[in-house]
C-alpha cells in the first residue's frame, strides 16, 4: 500500500452573502474503512461545510479528493462539481492518483465523479447493492421520457434516496440546485438488466472509462 495523499488542508471561501473568506478544513483523501464519519457526512451533504461566522450561511467547500473505502472495493476521485466539462482532460490523471492510493496490489472499482451529490450517488449505490452502470442507463431512460418538455440545458440526473419501494433521482439544474425529485420503481432497473444486447453499444460507451455516468455521452 502506497502512501495516502495528507490533508485535510485549510481552504479559503468566499461567504456567498457577505463577501469575507470563511476557511473551510478540505480533505485531500478519505480512508472510508476506518473514518465512517467523513462517509456519513458525505451521505449527510455536510461534509466541508461551515457556517459563516459573520451571517451564519452556509458555505461548503467542493470535493478535489481522493476516497477509499476497500471493504466495498471502492475507490473515487471527486472533483469540484464546476470542472464537470472537463471530464475528458481530468479522467486519465483522475485514474493514475486512483492507482497511487491504492498501490500495487488491491483490486476493485475506479469511478470518477465531480461534486458532492455525484460522489454521494456512488456511495448510496454501493449501500444499495446497485451497479452504477445500470443505474446511469436507468437515467438515460428517464431522460428520453422527459423530452416533453425537454430537461433544461446542462441538467443532471442523480440518485439520492434508496427505499424498499422506490428510488428517488432528482433532477437538478446546471448550477446543481434541485427542480424536482422523480420517483422511480426498482422495476425499471430490473427490465434494464433483463436486456443486456440492447443495452450493449451503450453499457461499452458508459464503461469506457472511470467517469461512470450520462453526462460523458452529454458532454462528450
Ligand atoms: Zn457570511
Request: with cysteine; aromatic share 4%.
Amino acid at each position: 500500500m502506497s502512501t495516502p495523499p495528507g490533508g485535510p488542508d485549510p481552504v479559503q471561501l468566499d461567504c456567498p452573502q457577505c463577501g469575507p473568506s470563511v476557511v473551510v478544513q478540505a480533505h485531500r483523501h478519505i480512508d472510508a474503512d476506518h473514518d465512517t464519519g467523513l462517509r456519513q457526512a458525505i451521505l449527510q451533504d455536510t461534509l466541508q461545510q461551515v457556517e459563516c461566522p459573520h451571517c451564519q450561511a452556509l458555505v461548503r467547500a467542493e470535493p478535489r479528493l481522493t476516497y477509499a473505502e476497500i471493504a466495498r472495493g471502492l475507490w473515487v476521485a471527486a472533483f469540484p462539481h464546476e470542472q464537470l466539462g472537463a471530464w475528458q482532460t481530468l479522467e486519465p490523471g483522475a485514474l493514475d492518483a486512483l492507482r497511487q492510493v491504492q498501490g500495487p496490489n488491491a483490486r476493485g472499482t475506479e469511478r470518477v465523479v465531480f461534486g458532492w451529490r455525484a460522489l454521494r450517488e456512488k456511495l448510496l449505490a454501493a449501500d444499495a447493492g446497485l451497479d452504477d452502470v445500470t443505474l446511469e442507463k436507468l437515467k438515460l431512460l428517464l431522460m428520453r421520457d422527459m423530452q416533453a418538455p425537454p430537461l433544461p440545458l446542462g441538467a443532471e440526473l442523480r440518485l439520492s434516496e434508496v427505499s424498499a419501494q422506490s428510488l428517488i433521482v432528482t433532477v437538478l439544474d446546471r448550477q446543481g440546485r434541485p427542480l424536482e425529485n422523480l420517483d422511480v420503481p426498482h422495476d425499471l432497473l430490473a427490465d434494464i438488466t433483463a436486456d443486456p444486447e440492447g443495452w450493449a453499444p451503450l453499457d461499452s460507451d458508459l464503461r469506457a472509462g472511470p467517469f461512470v455516468d450520462v453526462q460523458r455521452l452529454v458532454r462528450g
